[in-house]
């Protein structure tokens, strides 16, 4: 079946970049989401990005795709301690059919 | 901005109860979701439902689970005989699009 891979930590500096990376096995996905989970709270959707689109900014979030490699990343620019969280990569393959998550990325802005 | 909201937060009950699971997907939504989270795994699809029935189910989901939209607002999710196993993160999802997730309920079954 479809799978979706992530590091599992990240430790940053606060005001410094962050670049969580993913890679997915699914190469029919058409939509790949980016969740943030605080302690104990839910997944609050970030962005995300159509399968036909290298590249998606929005404010601080930067999402690059590479299709080919099956290769997405999210770069945090002047990373906050409010950032700490886990970040999980999802995929969807059409419509409305199931997420597939990744293990999610555990990201720790030092400051 | 209109949001998923599950009850309780969060639950705890003993080993062979009952429980349900309760959510309010976001009103215009067509789609709904039911996914879990053991605690430090991944998020891991039960079921989706569409039009008043199951449209996708995962191995996950077997006969002890149910869902049901009872009515034109809440979405839940049953457990017949709770198991040790079963204490994860239940988390409801609803999209027309991309899916909108709720804050989840925390089940521990002791």
């Known amino acids: 079946g479809e799978d979706v891979e992530q590091s599992l930590f990240l430790s940053v500096r606060e005001g410094d970049s962050s670049v969580i990376n993913c890679t997915y096995t699914?190469?029919?996905?058409?939509?790949l989401y980016w969740y943030k989970q605080e302690p104990g709270a839910g997944l609050q959707l970030l962005t995300y990005?159509?399968?036909?689109?290298d590249m998606k900014q929005d404010q601080r979030l930067t999402v690059l795709l590479n299709k080919k490699d099956k290769h997405l990343s999210l770069r945090i620019a002047d990373t906050q301690t409010g950032d700490s969280a886990i970040y999980f990569c999802a995929e969807i393959n059409s419509g409305n059919t199931p997420l597939v998550f990744g293990k999610g990325t555990r990201l720790s802005v030092i400051a | 901005e209109p949001e998923v909201t599950q009850t309780p937060s969060h639950q705890v009950t003993q080993m062979g109860q009952e429980v349900i699971l309760r959510c309010v997907p976001i009103?215009?939504?067509?789609?709904f979701y039911w996914y879990r989270q053991i605690l430090g795994q991944k998020v891991e699809f039960l079921v989706s439902f569409y039009n008043n029935e199951i449209s996708e189910k995962s191995e996950i989901f077997d006969d002890q689970f149910s869902v049901e939209r009872p009515d034109g607002s809440n979405f839940t999710l049953k457990i017949r005989s709770t198991k040790l196993e079963d204490s994860a993160m239940y988390f409801c999802a609803s999209s027309l699009n991309e899916a909108f997730f709720g804050q989840g309920t925390r089940l521990t079954v002791v």
């Open positions: 990005i159509f399968s036909n689109m």
């Open positions: 699914d190469s029919s996905s058409t939509y």
């Open positions: 009103s215009n939504h067509l789609y």
